[in-house]
């Protein structure tokens, strides 16, 4: 299973050299709808590469603990 990863700045900043990264719009919003319970996993190739999306509160309710927990460990 893949490890959850969070939208911040130095994600936004690969953006630019890494171009897989860069999903379409509808993409996004079928994958931050898609709770497990409701919906299935959203799946989408981007540049090939494969992404299984679900939504965010999955695995973070509260994204601000995450944030300060990943900040407090770098």
Excluded: R
């Excluded at 709808?33 to 590469?49: D, I, R």
């Amino acid at each position: 299973m893949n490890n959850p990863f969070f939208v911040c700045g130095a994600l936004m900043m690969q953006l630019k050299t890494e171009s897989y990264l860069n999903a379409k719009l509808s993409d996004i919003c079928l994958s931050t709808s898609a709770a497990p319970t409701y919906l299935p996993a959203h799946q989408f190739e981007n540049h090939g590469v494969e992404f299984d999306m679900v939504d965010g509160a999955m695995s973070a309710n509260n994204p601000v603990i995450n944030f300060a927990t990943s900040s407090l460990q770098k």
